[in-house]
């Protein structure tokens, strides 16, 4: 593990992003400086050579840790706590950090065509079979509830990268008419994610979003 950056860590960002939202709740938590940039999405600077240089697939987030860039924001979360975390957010020992790594592939795969999906479908009148993916978010939630039932945490009897990854978008899976009314063991873990020091929550409203973030 290293000491703090010696300068602030660049988040390239956009506020509503829950891929953007949950590395700024690691660097929030971690205490590690960091500077936001704000990508304006509507005027396309996600596309422009400048940013294209950062990430040339376009998405958010992006950080630039004097002069390491990191794209795609599960990268992110690794990177930061590796270098900066110690074994807190992601553990060494293989069972764990393979419990970790199962959750992070669900963030990258139901999560995202489930719940993250659902809110851009109603947000922003996408094109989207919004009963297929709420039905994908409603199983997945009843995974999470039946695990929640027994465990305060999603991969350990702490906060882990895995909590971080899922919290936003379950936390706003109401704005994809998600309902989370069924879920009171979900509800809770997210009240513990809700009660950490440094909690740092995202936005609720939001503007074009969709197929800018990784």
């Not at 945490?153 to 989370?180: K, Q, R």
Request: one cysteine or more.
């Amino acid at each position: 593990m290293s000491a703090h950056p010696q300068e602030p860590i660049r988040l390239y960002r956009h506020a509503l992003s829950g891929h953007c939202h949950r590395v700024e709740l690691l660097l929030e938590l971690m205490h590690l400086p960091y500077q936001r940039v704000e990508i304006n999405l509507q005027q396309g600077e996600h596309k422009t050579p400048a940013f294209l240089q950062l990430n040339p697939f376009g998405l958010l987030p992006v950080i630039d840790d004097n002069g390491t860039v990191v794209a795609d924001s599960a990268a992110i979360l690794v990177y930061l706590a590796r270098k900066y975390g110690g074994q807190r957010y992601l553990p060494e020992p293989p069972e764990a950090t393979a419990a970790v790594q199962r959750w992070l592939a669900v963030a990258a795969g139901p999560l995202a065509s489930g719940p993250a999906a659902a809110r851009v479908a109603t947000l922003f009148n996408k094109p989207i079979d919004t009963g297929r993916v709420q039905q994908i978010a409603h199983d997945l939630l009843q995974v999470m509830e039946d695990w929640l039932s027994t465990h305060a945490f999603l991969a350990a009897e702490h906060e882990t990268l895995a909590d971080l990854a899922f919290y936003a978008y379950i936390a706003h899976a109401p704005e994809g008419n998600v309902s989370l009314a069924a879920y009171p063991h979900v509800r809770q873990w997210l009240s513990r994610i809700e009660q950490l020091p440094d909690f740092v929550p995202m936005q609720r409203s939001a503007v074009g979003l969709a197929a800018v973030e990784g």
